[in-house]
């Protein structure tokens, strides 16, 4: 468990204290009372159902939503500033971007480095390079001068995480990155992060509900349903911890139903290259998560 | 050819050139916002907008300020008052938007219709104490040459010019909103700003198009060349470039052929616009089943 409550340190790029929100009109808060803190160079997964407040705290994190109440730092700055800075990378869940724009790849990967820009002064060589330099690290030199509606769903993935990383970023956040990609798609994804961390040393956060997209290459997990809950690696992420977080998607899909965790389920999480999840109920049928874990059982520390 | 009599008559030059004037500048400006109309699918927007005006010009009309002979200070007086009905109807149909119950499809076609009958109430009082002196319905609705004066004129060039220095200013970050509306803010894009940028050029350049295209029509100009230089390239600059020359085409056509068969100015080049557009389309099919899909020039 490493959550801080402690003074920021420098070597902390996120860090999060005593943070809460509520949407107006809401009946309750979409996060309750987070704290935790990322270092530099680390690889954070934050699983969590539909709803659990992942999409918020993403928000949060890119200054996109007001605080209400606590403190949300990255690199020691408010996250406006470090979004203006530059300093977030953002690769976004869907591609809802309009992909009919007459725009070539080398375009989009050049936007955030240019979109700042002074209105009279011209595109610089040193963003056209950069956005180069991007493209390659993420294997996609070849498709610069492709349009941008021309690329299949992996490689538009690649492209928006070479714009994410164009700007040389502290902090990349991916959300939900490997929704609708096969389990081969998801290990290159994997070892493409790997991959980008050690070259930019950039301190990266993954936010899924998909337990195979967190337990691949995490150097710690936090499963966040409202509250936050820390575990030191992907393994500690036990039946009764999984079936807690996906207590309200499990209910909509089985029903309200409470059976005790160690019966109802074995769960095995791998945190390897080849990372998958097997949840078997007591009858032997794979199942998503293990349905019906007793929250008060829970071994893991709240947040 | 009556069109080189009209322009070699000097009286005659004297009551067309305003309109001509007001046509290319329209032609410019409204080519390179349509490319972002299409593209963000705003084109029923801009349809809600230049109806809205309708109701502007009945309060123009009530108050006097129509025809081609007015002043500046008239010429200014209408527009910002047609311009005013435009930008109320634009925040109407985002507020009721923002709202459960009533989609932005829903929020258009109501302030479309609402703004429509007071324009119609209002102009069909003014017509009647004007008489036979009145600009009349055809031209309010398809537009009219003649009815373009030098002062409109001018409103419409400064207009214009301010336009194209704004879409030349906000170049980047409209680009990046229009592209990428859900992420570009997360890259330091402002959230709102394009979207009401945007939303006030539209306005603009519907106001100053309705005179010379008429309110039914004026839309169309804001939509059909960049949907045409869509349909030719798959690269920005030379997209912008297309739909400038289609636009400045379809005038050239659209007022000739107005000028022989003395049909309403407005009609014709929004015509000159839609055959430009088919041919393109069609242009576009013969490309990719010689060349296969995905091979634009």
């Known amino acids: ?157 690649r492209v928006m995480i070479a714009r994410a990383i164009a700007p040389r970023p502290k902090l990349l956040l991916l959300d939900e990155p490997t929704v609708g990609i096969d389990v081969a798609g998801q290990r290159r994804f994997a070892e493409l992060l790997q991959s980008l961390r050690q070259r930019l040393g950039v301190t990266i956060v993954v936010v899924s509900h998909d337990i195979r997209t967190i337990a691949a290459g995490c150097d710690r997990v936090a499963c966040l349903a409202r509250t936050l809950h820390f575990h030191d690696s992907p393994s500690g992420l036990s039946p009764q911890v999984l079936g807690e977080v996906f207590r309200h998607d499990i209910a909509e899909v089985f029903g309200d139903v409470h059976v005790d965790g160690h019966a109802a389920a074995t769960c095995h999480v791998d945190a390897g290259e080849h990372a998958h999840h097997h949840c078997c109920d007591h009858h032997g049928h794979e199942q998503g998560a293990a349905p019906g874990a007793d929250p008060k059982e829970t071994p893991h520390a709240n947040a | 050819m009556r069109t080189l009599e009209y322009l070699g008559d000097p009286i005659m030059r004297g009551l067309f050139l305003p309109g001509i004037v007001t046509g290319v500048v329209i032609a410019i400006v409204c080519a390179c916002l349509a490319v972002l109309v299409v593209l963000k699918r705003m084109s029923f927007i801009g349809q809600g907008v230049s109806h809205a005006a309708f109701g502007g010009m009945g309060v123009a009309a009530v108050l006097g300020l129509t025809g081609a002979s007015l002043t500046a200070a008239q010429a200014v007086g209408q527009f910002s008052i047609i311009l005013s009905f435009c930008l109320a109807a634009a925040m109407i149909v985002a507020w009721m938007s923002a709202r459960r119950g009533t989609s932005a499809d829903t929020a258009i076609g109501i302030v479309l219709v609402a703004s429509m009958t007071l324009g119609a109430i209002l102009m ?16 309010v609705l398809f537009g009219a040459i003649l009815s373009v004066g030098w002062a409109d004129a001018i409103v419409a060039v400064i207009v214009s010019l301010a336009i194209l220095v704004v879409l030349w200013w906000e170049r980047r970050k409209l680009i990046f909103w229009a592209f990428d509306e859900t992420s570009a803010p997360a890259f330091g894009a402002p959230p709102r700003s394009p979207r009401i940028v945007l ?7 519907i106001v100053t198009a309705m005179k010379l295209a ?84």
């Open chain 2, 214 to 297: 008429g309110v039914v029509l004026a839309t169309a100009v804001l939509v059909l060349p960049g949907a045409t230089a869509l349909a030719l390239s798959k690269k920005l600059a030379r997209v912008i470039v297309i739909s400038v020359g289609a636009a400045l085409l379809s005038l050239v056509l659209g007022l000739v052929a107005s000028m022989e068969l003395d049909w309403p100015p407005g009609a014709c080049i929004v015509g000159a616009m839609t055959l430009l557009y088919a041919f393109a389309r069609l242009a576009g099919m013969a490309r990719d089943s010689v060349g296969g899909a995905g091979a634009p020039a």
């Open chain 2, 199 to 205: 939303m006030v050029l539209l306005c603009l350049s």
């Open chain 1, 1 to 157: 468990m490493n959550q801080s409550t402690a003074p920021s340190l420098h070597d902390h790029t996120l860090e999060y204290r005593g943070v809460s929100f509520a949407y107006p009109g809401a009946d309750a808060p979409a996060l309750s009372s987070i704290s935790f803190a990322v270092h530099a160079g680390e690889r954070l997964g934050i699983l969590g159902p539909n709803g659990g407040g992942k999409s918020t705290l993403l928000k949060l994190t890119l200054g996109l939503l007001d605080l209400q109440a606590g403190e949300v730092r990255v690199c020691g700055r408010s996250p406006r500033e470090a979004r203006r800075e530059g300093l977030v990378g953002y690769v976004p869940q869907r591609v809802d971007a309009e992909l009919a724009f007459p725009l070539s790849v080398r375009q989009v990967v050049t936007m955030p480095l240019v979109v700042n820009l002074a209105p009279w002064k011209r595109v610089p060589g040193e963003a056209l390079r950069r956005a180069d330099e991007a493209l390659s690290m993420v294997g996609a030199s070849e498709l610069a001068e492709r349009p941008i509606g021309a690329l299949s769903g992996g490689q538009l993935q």
């Open chain 2, 124 to 139: 069909s009082v003014a017509f009647k104490r004007q008489g036979s002196q009145g600009p009349g319905w055809e031209s």
